[in-house]
């Protein structure tokens, strides 16, 4: 078997498989013929990058962001990169409209409704198909280059990043959510929302009601006790625990370590002052942003706390997976969170590759 008929069954592997199974789907036999050709300094890069190209346009397109966007010259570049590939330009960079106008997937005059169906329909499954391709291509080159499959996973989103990291990709794009943003005006707060007033205009109340999948009247016995702005502060927040109410979803979130700005984000607000006691931040969002928020999550951005109790953002925040990087001292230690906690990037060990490769 040559190389390229190996890597193409790596490629064939389930999108649902983490890195690990990927490379279980290869014989022994198989991973050393991969490893006879010699190769260059570049560990054969464009080798590797047209065999990811094969069988999909997708594929195809998504290869050329990411080497474009990270310039990618070396399969080392690559596995250096794919986390971030994974974790913030298909999250929060990915133009995807222009996605799929380049692989023809849809028309160029296609309205902004149509559009935003969908995008609604098939954002979740293109990103998955990204975390999936990385996965693939980084176990290719190791088995091309010879570095062990458990110095590669250590750098690499865990097992649920194909289910994680598309729902961090569509709350990206659909945060703070309609309730929050309902909030933010109700409290005179400068937010992203640039219709107008639903609480002076019935069909844009109608709109994010919409959203919410519930009625006005519904969104305004939600915020009838809301009172002024207490507090704000902005920083990076973990997901600690989604739960569900009545119309709502409850997120309650704990600062990452050292994660909480010095200033106030918004003057004349007085910056949160935590102590061992409290507050505890807990925001509301409609169920629908509820169902695809997770534990462990990251969420990097401004948040005020109303005198009544309730928290809200006024502007998306940037969203993470959690699977990247380094968690807290002492989480994930257990095997069951064992796949959340991963090295840095900077910990792929090179010197473990085969010599005579």
Same mark, same amino acid.
């Given at each position: 078997?040559?190389?390229?008929?190996?890597?193409?069954?790596?490629?064939?592997?389930?999108?649902?498989?983490?890195?690990?199974?990927?490379?279980?789907?290869?014989?022994?036999?198989?991973?050393?013929?991969?490893?006879?050709?010699?190769?260059?300094?570049?560990?054969?890069?464009?080798?590797?990058?047209?065999?990811?190209?094969?069988?999909?346009?997708?594929?195809?397109?998504?290869?050329?962001?990411?080497?474009?966007?990270?310039?990618?010259?070396?399969?080392?570049?690559?596995?250096?990169?794919?986390?971030?590939?994974?974790?913030?330009?298909?999250?929060?960079?990915?133009?995807?409209?222009?996605?799929?106008?380049?692989?023809?997937?849809?028309?160029?005059? +296609?309205?902004?409704?149509?559009?935003?169906?969908?995008?609604?329909?098939?954002?979740?499954?293109?990103?998955?198909?990204?975390?999936?391709?990385?996965?693939?291509?980084?176990?290719?080159?190791?088995?091309?280059?010879?570095?062990?499959?458990?110095?590669?996973?250590?750098?690499?989103?865990?097992?649920?990043?194909?289910?994680?990291?598309?729902?961090?990709?569509?709350?990206?794009?659909?945060?703070?959510?309609?309730?929050?943003?309902?909030?933010?005006?109700?409290?005179?707060?400068?937010?992203?929302?640039?219709?107008?007033?639903?609480?002076?205009?019935?069909?844009?109340?109608?709109?994010?009601?919409?959203?919410?999948?519930?009625?006005?009247?519904?969104?305004?016995?939600?915020?009838?006790?809301?009172?002024?702005?207490?507090?704000?502060?902005?920083?990076?927040?973990?997901?600690?625990?989604?739960?569900?109410?009545?119309?709502?979803?409850?997120?309650?979130?704990?600062?990452?370590?050292?994660?909480?700005?010095?200033?106030?984000?918004?003057?004349?607000?007085?910056?949160?002052?935590?102590?061992?006691?409290?507050?505890?931040?807990?925001?509301?969002?409609?169920?629908?942003?509820?169902?695809?928020?997770?534990?462990?999550?990251?969420?990097?951005?401004?948040?005020?706390?109303?005198?009544?109790?309730?928290?809200? +953002?006024?502007?998306?925040?940037?969203?993470?997976?959690?699977?990247?990087?380094?968690?807290?001292?002492?989480?994930?230690?257990?095997?069951?969170?064992?796949?959340?906690?991963?090295?840095?990037?900077?910990?792929?060990?090179?010197?473990?590759?085969?010599?005579?490769?």
């Amino acid at each position: 078997m040559t190389a390229g008929c190996c890597a193409e069954k790596v490629c064939a592997a389930s999108m649902d498989q983490p890195i690990e199974e990927v490379a279980g789907e290869l014989d022994d036999e198989q991973i050393e013929k991969f490893g006879d050709e010699e190769v260059d300094e570049t560990y054969d890069w464009e080798a590797v990058k047209d065999t990811m190209r094969l069988h999909d346009i997708r594929r195809s397109v998504m290869m050329t962001l990411f080497s474009e966007r990270y310039n990618i010259t070396s399969s080392v570049d690559a596995l250096i990169n794919a986390p971030l590939f994974m974790d913030e330009f298909l999250v929060s960079e990915f133009n995807y409209r222009e996605f799929v106008h380049t692989t023809g997937l849809c028309e160029d005059d +296609m309205t902004e409704e149509e559009f935003e169906i969908y995008e609604e329909q098939n954002l979740k499954d293109d990103v998955a198909l990204g975390v999936s391709l990385m996965n693939q291509m980084a176990t290719t080159i190791a088995f091309k280059i010879g570095i062990p499959m458990g110095e590669v996973s250590k750098t690499m989103p865990g097992g649920g990043a194909i289910r994680t990291i598309p729902k961090c990709a569509v709350l990206a794009r659909r945060l703070p959510g309609a309730l929050c943003t309902c909030r933010a005006i109700k409290a005179n707060l400068e937010n992203d929302y640039t219709g107008k007033n639903p609480f002076e205009d019935e069909e844009a109340a109608a709109k994010l009601a919409e959203k919410m999948d519930c009625s006005w009247e519904d969104i305004q016995m939600v915020l009838g006790r809301d009172d002024e702005v207490k507090s704000c502060f902005a920083g990076r927040m973990r997901v600690s625990f989604v739960g569900k109410a009545d119309l709502v979803s409850i997120v309650s979130l704990t600062a990452v370590p050292d994660g909480i700005s010095s200033e106030s984000p918004r003057p004349g607000v007085p910056l949160t002052q935590f102590t061992d006691e409290g507050p505890d931040v807990l925001v509301e969002v409609e169920q629908s942003i509820g169902d695809l928020l997770e534990e462990d999550m990251i969420l990097d951005g401004d948040f005020y706390e109303l005198v009544n109790g309730p928290w809200l +953002m006024c502007s998306a925040p940037k969203v993470q997976s959690g699977l990247v990087g380094e968690k807290e001292d002492g989480e994930g230690e257990d095997e069951e969170e064992g796949d959340s906690k991963r090295l840095s990037v900077s910990q792929i060990d090179l010197s473990m590759a085969d010599p005579e490769l």
